[in-house]
């Protein structure tokens, strides 16, 4: 990629916010990402597949990718080795936790019960008013969606950004830091409804002040709206590529 492009990253107030002040610990999984791309695209396949299992520790986001890098192999033993490889290197990690205690306990409850800036959910839950139902079903939209990224002919990196952001779309959680997934693959992906989200998640932080005057924490629908119909409307345009946009604001590649 051009050197310009990782402006994109570097000039983010997001990773600035969430992880030199907050010091969460998705500043750690980041670089396991981009450096397991820099080596599957080098070719260092097993090296790769081995920090995508390191990033899973910190998110389990990776594990939307194992299916693109499954597909994008042709000869059936490297496609078992993109599945088996990612997975031991997780698994390992917690084999000394296994027998004396649950070290997924936390992370079921918080799967479970929590919910935050997720619009869709949101839309879902106002409907339901059931948890678990909403929950179901986005997962099941967010299957649904994930399918034609991955049987698409679309080039590995526009696989990943689109897989990870439909994630975001379709979550029932989506904290601010967990939108800086997003915002380190936009120097590779260079996708205006990236750039936008990455921007518009900023707003979330009313909620923030709004619980340290008032003890009340909520979701706020103009919020919500503010940060993801612009997202969505882009999100369709670069999915259908679509030259509308492109008349109307100038191209983000040369």
């Given at each position: 990629i051009a050197q310009k492009y990782l402006l994109l990253y570097v000039l983010c107030p997001l990773p600035i916010f969430q992880f030199a002040i907050d010091a969460h610990l998705d500043g750690f999984g980041l670089p396991l990402l981009i450096f397991s791309l820099f080596f599957y695209l080098d070719n260092k396949k097993i090296l790769s597949m081995i920090l995508l299992g390191f990033s899973l520790s910190i998110k389990p986001i990776g594990l939307l990718l194992i299916p693109i890098f499954f597909l994008n192999e042709r000869n059936i033993v490297d496609r078992i080795r993109m599945v088996l490889i990612p997975l031991i290197a997780f698994f390992a990690q917690f084999i000394f936790y296994i027998f004396s205690t649950n070290p997924f306990e936390a992370l079921f409850i918080f799967t479970k019960n929590w919910y935050f800036n997720g619009?869709?959910?949101?839309?879902?839950?106002?409907?339901?008013?059931?948890?678990?139902?909403?929950?179901?079903?986005?997962?099941?939209?967010?299957?649904?969606?994930?399918?034609?990224?991955?049987?698409?002919?679309?080039?590995?990196?526009?696989?990943?950004?689109?897989?990870?952001?439909?994630?975001?779309?379709?979550?029932?959680?989506?904290?601010?830091?967990?939108?800086?997934?997003?915002?380190?693959?936009?120097?590779?992906?260079?996708?205006?409804?990236?750039?936008?989200?990455?921007?518009?998640?900023?707003?979330?932080?009313?909620?923030?002040?709004?619980?340290?005057?008032?003890?009340?924490?909520?979701?706020?629908?103009?919020?919500?709206?503010?940060?993801?119909?612009?997202?969505?409307?882009?999100?369709?345009?670069?999915?259908?590529k679509t030259t509308f946009i492109n008349k109307l604001l100038p191209s983000t590649k040369e």
């Open positions: 619009f869709v959910f949101k839309l879902l839950n106002a409907v339901f008013s059931n948890n678990q139902t909403s929950r179901l079903i986005c997962g099941i939209l967010l299957a649904l969606s994930l399918i034609p990224v991955y049987l698409s002919k679309r080039e590995l990196i526009e696989k990943i950004y689109f897989a990870v952001l439909f994630l975001m779309i379709f979550s029932p959680v989506v904290h601010p830091w967990y939108i800086t997934w997003i915002a380190v693959l936009l120097p590779f992906a260079q996708k205006r409804s990236g750039i936008y989200f990455v921007a518009a998640s900023s707003l979330t932080a009313i909620t923030i002040f709004n619980y340290q005057l008032s003890g009340i924490w909520k979701d706020y629908w103009f919020v919500l709206i503010i940060e993801y119909v612009p997202l969505l409307f882009l999100l369709f345009l670069e999915l259908t």
